[in-house]
């Protein structure tokens, strides 16, 4: 699934609020080490939004920690 979340991110990349979309959709899905490795190749695929998708990519990891 990381992967396929990453052929999507790529494909939305060009609109702000359908890449949020798409990101929070992909982290519902992954596992913790997968949400990690999206968080780091994003940062680097996407510098634009390395901001939000820092702050999502913490509140699903915090979030993650306190259920799981």
Not at 24 to 45: A, D, M, P, Y
Request: charged share 20%; proline share 1%.
């Amino acid at each position: 699934m990381l992967e396929y979340s990453k052929i999507i991110l790529k494909k939305v990349s060009f609109d702000r609020h359908l890449f949020l979309k798409e990101l929070r959709k992909s982290l519902g899905i992954l596992s913790i080490n997968e949400v990690l490795s999206l968080r780091s190749w994003s940062k680097s695929t996407f510098p634009n939004y390395a901001f939000l998708i820092q702050n999502e990519c913490n509140k699903h990891i915090s979030s993650y920690s306190l259920v799981g």
